[in-house]
């Protein structure tokens, strides 16, 4: 019986030993002390993330990054960007000279669990699609048999595309380049049929790089799930948490009307929610260890979901991608935050 109540008692400190661990916020520590968020993104996907020629970042994926800023140092510039290709982020997360990789990276349980990963949320939701030169005549992928394909490497795509050509009993010929812009130029020269990507990709990619948009079509066919979400290595839960939430805080702000124009106006609501997630009433500020003011900071300066997605890849912008999926959940959309409580 004794040893019984040692063993657990012995359990019980082994368990709140790793507890504490976990929580024990050494990335975040280590991020404060540089002054400066290190995140890894995509080398250029116009609307996801790309430079312009003075160096300034912008896309929905960069948004992430500067919310995440945004909460920690009250400041969304204090980011530092590493373009990575598919091939090179997971590693550049793994040892340590990323802090998180917001990068059209797909939520996967490999990646969530034997890469060492968490996905902290996802920010875009998106399907596999093709896109070919419209004078090949092609109006459906199942008429792809026998086609050339150009696909990035170290990325979903390769074995969706695989298994798409299988199940349908067709053959394709693989054309695999790493860099992205000796991809687009590939396609772009006739070398391959077919370019297959994100959805989100092909409409970035026709909008801001082909010679001629409107020679280029989008077959209808979306062939997987690409949940995009930021990710961050094990080992500090509390980074993960503040990640996770200035993602969902973003969502929770376009769900209730707070926008980076009124944002001032609704400090003064007397909706009690809203006091909660602007932090009028305290309390969600020092839960996740940040200030009180992070989701005031994050939408003031960043925006709130559909704000920062309107901007970047909406209708207004040169991407012109429908909601969709991306919808809030009132909307009929899949965008939905547990609530900041
Ligand atoms: N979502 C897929 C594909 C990610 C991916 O690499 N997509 C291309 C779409 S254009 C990209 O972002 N390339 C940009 C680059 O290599 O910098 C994954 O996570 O494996």
Not at 236 to 241: L, S, Y
Request: aromatic share 8%; net charge neutral; proline share 4%.
């Amino acid at each position: 019986m004794l040893n019984k109540v040692l063993a657990a008692g012995v359990a019980a400190v082994t368990l709140a030993g790793v507890a504490t661990a976990a929580y024990a916020g050494k990335e975040l520590d280590a991020i404060k002390a540089r002054g400066q968020l290190i995140c890894g993104v995509s080398t250029g996907v116009a609307g996801f993330a790309s430079a312009d020629s003075q160096g300034k970042w912008t896309g929905i994926d960069v948004d992430v990054c500067r919310a995440v800023a945004a909460a920690i140092f009250g400041d969304s510039e204090k980011v530092k960007y590493v373009p990575t290709t598919a091939q090179q982020r997971f590693t550049a997360l793994q040892s340590g000279e990323v802090d998180l990789l917001v990068r059209t990276t797909t939520y996967t349980l490999t990646r969530d669990t034997a890469l060492g990963f968490d996905f902290t949320g996802i920010n875009y939701y998106d399907g596999q699609g093709f896109m070919v030169n419209k004078k090949l005549g092609v109006k459906s992928a199942k008429e792809l048999n026998g086609a050339t394909v150009c696909v990035q490497p170290g990325t979903t795509t390769e074995l969706n595309l695989a298994d798409y050509f299988r199940a349908n009993k067709m053959t394709f010929k693989p054309v695999v380049i790493e860099k992205i812009e000796e991809v687009r130029a590939a396609f772009f020269a006739g070398r391959c049929d077919v370019f297959t990507t994100d959805a989100s990709g092909l409409y970035a990619t026709r909008a801001a790089n082909a010679p001629k948009p409107e020679d280029y079509i989008i077959l209808p066919e979306i062939i997987s799930k690409e949940p995009l979400g930021p990710v961050v290595r094990h080992g500090d839960n509390q980074f993960a948490d503040i990640v996770r939430w200035s993602l969902y805080a973003m969502i929770e702000a376009e769900e209730y009307g707070i926008t980076s124009k009124n944002v001032d106006e609704m400090m003064k609501s007397d909706n009690p929610t809203i006091k909660r997630i602007l932090g009028v009433t305290p309390g969600m500020g020092k839960a996740l260890g940040v200030d009180e003011k992070w989701v005031y900071n994050i939408v003031k300066q960043v925006g709130n979901y559909g704000e920062v997605f309107e901007r970047n890849v909406g209708m207004g912008s040169p991407l012109k991608i429908a909601r969709g999926q991306n919808e809030l959940w009132t909307k009929g959309g899949l965008q939905y935050a547990p609530p900041i409580r």
